[in-house]
């Protein structure tokens, strides 16, 4: 499974984007894969590989992040593992 987190975009050059990760550390990902214009501001979510795959509107962001805080809070790993079941 996996569960991608909305990062925030800091800047645009072209295909390229630089986004700032939840540690702090910035990032240049690639937007070819994404069919829309990104700005300074939008959050991306982000696949393995580092090419951008959706773009979050800021409010659609910060709720995820709301609820993936939350998933942690009740359970780190254990959290994830139950997604699956059911």
């Given at each position: 499974?996996?569960?991608?987190l909305p990062h925030r975009v800091?800047?645009?050059?072209?295909?390229?984007?630089?986004?700032?990760?939840?540690?702090?550390?910035?990032?240049?990902?690639?937007?070819?894969?994404?069919?829309?214009?990104?700005?300074?501001?939008?959050?991306?979510?982000?696949?393995?590989?580092?090419?951008?795959?959706?773009?979050?509107?800021?409010?659609?962001?910060?709720?995820?992040?709301?609820?993936?805080?939350?998933?942690?809070?009740?359970?780190?790993?254990?959290?994830?593992?139950?997604?699956?079941?059911?």
């Amino acid at each position: 499974m996996c569960i991608a987190l909305p990062h925030r975009v800091l800047r645009v050059a072209g295909d390229v984007a630089l986004i700032e990760r939840d540690d702090g550390e910035t990032v240049e990902v690639s937007l070819l894969l994404l069919g829309e214009c990104v700005a300074p501001g939008d959050y991306l979510l982000i696949q393995a590989g580092g090419f951008a795959m959706e773009r979050l509107d800021a409010d659609t962001a910060q709720q995820r992040l709301r609820d993936a805080r939350a998933l942690f809070a009740a359970g780190g790993d254990a959290a994830f593992e139950r997604l699956g079941q059911g």
